[in-house]
DNA sequence: TGATCTGGCTATTGACAATAGCTTTTTGGG
DNA sequence: CCCAAAAAGCTATTGTCAATAGCCAGATCA
């Protein structure tokens, strides 16, 4: 039985590859230790359980995406932040469908290394609107919505849900631009007073 | 052996009432059948497959949801059109978190009927955006921006992804507000939105 | 009434995650 | 250098699923 020099984040690693080609409700262990050239139940000398490696999946995507967020963000500020931001975003999410889908998962409670992975990611998210000079409740509610535009544009493409043939890249800049719009609006406007529903 | 009076629909609504509480992915035939009152095998009377079944809760959720969305908009426009709609699109997401998610599916190719049901709630989406006179192009980057606004926000909430103490209806009527100033600017020059009536 | 269709049933299979328990390789202290 | 123990592989097995095969009773209708 010669080893095969794994180790838990080698096996995460691959797996994450695996997941992304064909899905991450679709990684079987027993396909993974295959591309591993183990059997399956050497797997669970790396692993805890199907649901730990997708927490090692999630954590490893989130660290890498916070990273390349703020890569993508260093040295620019305002509008132009956020488009470049937006666009590595949603570069990195269509690369890495499942890593991505992974890295939306919540953190288990009390799991600190994988709420700090997620804090992080969406501190990069956050500091990239301190230009707009938000604060309290309002820079809440602005990190909510830009998340939520890039998160529904982005699982909408990975679900190949844009069937109509208007380019997609189009789309997404104008998405973009329309955060970008909403923001430079967001202290002046009101609290909207809702019509009755 | 008394029958229990079962057919397609009536198992396609229970199975759909069941993944809301437990979450679409844990849906079980087995305990779907013991809920119904009969054993897991006689459920393939009335359905082809899991997935079959998925089927037909995304296709009745998206029948649904396009009335909804329908009812809520009737009668108004512009900006007091999006805001009724989106207002109905999270309050029933919220209260159908897994026939939602069943409702982002994509239909496969040839299921002539889902394909209708899932056209019809996103034609009821773009009717509410003729107000700002969009054409083309510039229509449907509006359409998938209203839409992906309203999806991101939505499933960040349903799998309680937003933390922070900040009220998340809140957050929700900014994100509403945000996209129709966005709207307002889409094609470079404001376009004058009708009055509520 | 009797043939046929429908909707239930038991028994079984195959895919999968997971556990038990054994063996071989690697490693590290004396 | 040596050997004890940890680490990493293995086979065998279990339990939970979805799914199929094949049987039987109740309903339907000529």
Redesign the interface.
Known sequence: MPRAGLNRDRVADEAAAMADEVGL?RLTLAALADRLGIRQPSLYKHIDSMAGLHRDIAVNAKRDLGEVLARASVGRAGADAISAMSHAYRDWALKHPARYEAS???PAPGDVEDEAVSLAAIQVIADVLTAYSLE??DA???I??F???????V??EI????R?N???D??FD??V???V???D??VG?P??V??P?
């Open positions: 409700n939306n998962r919540m309290g409740d809440v509610d602005a909510r919505t998340r939520s535009a890039l998160h529904g544009f699982s909408y679900a190949g849900a844009f109509w208007a380019d997609v189009r789309s104008r998405l631009r329309g955060v719009v909403a923001l609006q967001w406007t609290t909207p809702l019509p529903v």
